[in-house]
């Protein structure tokens, strides 16, 4: 039975206590995901990673974790690409602690090769090299999980990404909606079509495992020149990506899919996401694998 799991990236706005018992609050206003933001640095120790896992199991909250914004595994600097491949490892160490189940992170950007093949080459390399420390010291449970960034000057297309999968063992995609939207300058993932292309390819040259559950992040999102400027909520009509169109592209195809919500109001929109979603299943409007009687939806 296809099953959509949705929740916030980071701490919820509207709880205030420590990280741990964020799931018990998810668990009580209807979420059942979420996404630890270390985006700035691992910085949890062994103890508290633990514990969030223990409360994560216990509610039903599945975990992932975004690693730090500052990786670059396609930098031409040998410090840079230790430094960052140290940070990926640090987040692997600590989403295997807390169980986890996937390692979002942004590969690097093109910047100084000849061609993006040769800066997704480089990111592999690195990767290669990751998976070997992640397994010699035991932290294999997470899944690696490149995501489709925002900016056309990163590595993080749809064929970047699925290049990387299909290149490194336990890998999966994180997609990020709002960023194909955005690095395409708003002309990508205007149409349901537009969506279930990306589910399908991923699904067949990764393998169905990829899509139970694909991994993805929603917001709005506003872009300029190089793409992807800053995150806006749902109900702003003046940006897009459409949700309805991404929702109904999930119950067409019928997939599993984990939705974090990285609008500026988290919890709020992942709530709406829900509520729009729901509308979608009841107005029967399109034809769906995933009918009301056949999927589960976050409580909500
Ligand atoms: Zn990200």
């Known amino acids: 039975m296809p099953k959509l799991r949705f929740g916030p990236a980071g701490k919820p ?20 995901a979420l996404e630890y933001e270390a985006v700035r640095g ?9 514990l969030l896992g223990e409360e994560a199991a216990k509610y039903d909250i599945v975990l992932s974790m975004h690693a730090p914004y500052y990786i670059n595994l396609a930098s031409k600097e040998k410090e840079k690409i230790e430094a960052g491949r140290r940070r990926l490892f640090e987040a692997m160490r600590a989403s295997h602690w807390m169980n986890a189940y996937a390692v979002v992170f942004h590969p690097g950007y093109y ?28 932290y294999t449970g997470p899944w690696i999980a490149p995501e ?14 699925i290049e990387i999968c299909s290149s490194i063992g336990k890998c999966r995609p994180a997609v990020d909606w709002a960023h194909l939207y955005a690095r395409n300058q708003g002309r990508y993932i205007l149409s349901i079509d537009d969506v279930i292309k990306v589910i399908d390819r991923i699904e ?3 393998g169905s495992h990829t899509v139970k559950p694909l991994h993805t992040h929603f917001s709005k999102i506003e872009y300029g020149k190089g793409g ?24 067409i195809t ?11 109001i988290l919890e709020e929109d992942a709530l709406y996401m829900i509520g729009l979603c729901r509308e979608v299943l009841k107005d029967g409007s399109i034809k769906a694998k995933a009918t009301s009687s056949k999927i589960i939806i976050s409580p909500g």
């Open 13 to 32: 706005l509207g709880f205030k206590g420590p990280m741990e018992k964020v799931p018990g609050y998810l668990h009580k206003i209807g979420l059942d």
């Open 42 to 50: 691992v910085r949890v120790s062994k103890e508290k990673a633990c």
């Open 111 to 138: 910047k100084g090769w000849s061609s993006k093949e040769i800066a997704v080459k480089k990111v592999v390399e690195q990767l290669r090299k990751l998976e070997d420390e992640v397994k010699n010291q035991g």
């Open 148 to 161: 489709t960034t925002g900016k056309d000057s990163q590595v993080g297309s749809v064929d970047d990404i």
């Open 204 to 206: 067949k040259e990764l």
């Open 228 to 251: 992807e400027k800053t995150h806006h909520t749902l109900r702003e009509e003046e940006y897009g990506p459409d949700w309805v169109i991404v929702c109904k592209a999930y119950l």
């Open 254 to 264: 019928g997939i599993d899919a984990v939705i974090i919500s990285e609008s500026p």
